[in-house]
């Protein structure tokens, strides 16, 4: 069975930076579409960024973009992580790790296709 777990999370002021792994363990992560997703309470979960298995397909949701970097350990294709820049209130919540075996076209945004879910890591960003 695929774990995901997730880590980096915590409190940090406007305009810092974090950054966030996921770690696979079982299962052949190697082949994963990655993703990031964030949760604010009472909101519906939000797609963040994404990257395919080979780490040469990136995309970003509006809200993050140029601020967010996603990217995947060069060695092993299986830990990765979430540079997060700048950051803002704005960006609080709970951040979900997930991984799909196969997404096709812009599907990625959307958090039914992905199998695997972590448990989440909390960022607060608050002055």
């Known amino acids: 069975q695929v774990q995901l777990a997730e880590s980096g999370g915590g409190s940090v002021q406007p305009e810092d930076s974090l950054r966030l792994s996921c770690a696979p363990s079982?299962?052949?992560?190697?082949?994963?579409?990655m993703a990031w997703f964030r949760q604010v309470a009472g909101k519906e979960r939000e797609f963040i960024a994404t990257?395919?298995?080979?780490?040469?397909?990136?995309?970003y949701s509006d809200s993050v973009k140029g601020r967010f970097t996603i990217s995947r350990d060069h060695a092993t294709k299986t830990t990765v992580y979430l540079q997060m820049a700048s950051l803002k209130p704005e960006d609080t919540g709970v951040y979900y790790c997930?991984?799909?075996?196969?997404?096709?076209?812009?599907?990625?945004?959307?958090?039914?296709?992905?199998?695997?879910w972590g448990q989440g890591t909390q960022v607060t960003v608050s002055s």
């Open positions: 997930a991984a799909a075996y196969s997404i096709i076209g812009d599907a990625f945004r959307d958090g039914r296709r992905y199998d695997y």
């Open positions: 079982g299962g052949t992560s190697t082949w994963f579409q």
């Open positions: 990257i395919n298995w080979r780490g040469d397909r990136k995309y």
